[in-house]
């Protein structure tokens, strides 16, 4: 048996050396192809994952009793990286973290109401639909507020440092400014997705949004 099965293997071998001048391309296709294949979407408890990153959006939701709480890890991530400003004489403070899905739809209606559900779609998300549900984001300010939850946050000496080391902690700007086609949502200087220190310097290099970047729409 064993002799057949070495047999069987040098034939096989030969064929591949054959076909190797046929196949020079070969390889390259297939890497392209397992490229597009890369991000894996699963579901679990009617919760979408991104190779393993939690995905909620203006497309993709969050079951309404999914009530986590603030992730563990990220909240200390924010904490060092507050913390850590302050040796740069920032200072970043922290503003709001989990949101549960029945307070989302109280600032909801209440936003719906002031504005009309159009402007109101902008800047915040309907029930089932906020990052803030996940436990994994938070929104950051200055202490003295003046700029807090404004797009001029950005300008800020706050805004600057988080957009220039938010991700050594793990943390993106989810909604950056320009990408409000892609996101949905409007220029968000203040509010950080925790991500892991990996993909946040992934998506800081390349200047991208976890929608372009996992190929999915929002
Ligand atoms: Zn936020």
């Not at 034939?11 to 890497?31: F, I, R, V, Y």
């Not at 990153?53 to 563990?72: C, F, I, M, T, W």
Request: glycine share 6%; net charge negative.
């Amino acid at each position: 048996m064993k002799k057949l099965f070495l047999a069987a293997s040098i034939a096989s071998l030969m064929l591949s050396a054959c076909g190797t001048h046929d196949e020079t391309d070969e390889p390259n296709k297939q890497q392209v192809a397992e490229k597009k294949e890369q991000h894996k979407v699963t579901r679990k408890d009617g919760v979408t994952y991104v190779d393993g990153h939690l995905l909620v959006n203006k497309k993709v939701s969050l079951p309404s009793d999914y009530a986590p709480g603030e992730n563990a890890e990220a909240r200390k991530q924010l904490d060092r990286m507050i913390q850590e400003s302050r040796q740069d004489d920032v200072n970043l403070v922290f503003r709001s973290g989990f949101r549960s899905y029945e307070t989302q739809q109280q600032l909801y209606r209440s936003y719906v109401s002031r504005d009309g559900e159009a402007a109101a779609d902008k800047y915040s998300a309907k029930p089932g639909h906020s990052e803030h549900q996940s436990g994994l984001a938070f929104d950051v300010g200055s202490v003295d507020a003046s700029d807090d939850f404004k797009t001029s946050f950005v300008k800020t000496p706050e805004g600057q440092w988080v957009k220039d080391h938010a991700h050594k902690y793990g943390f993106i700007i989810r909604y950056p400014e320009g990408k409000e086609a892609i996101t949905g949502y409007q220029y968000e200087p203040w509010h950080l997705r925790y991500v892991g220190k990996e993909l946040a310097q992934t998506i800081h290099n390349e200047e991208t949004t976890l929608e372009e970047y996992f190929e999915v729409g929002q």
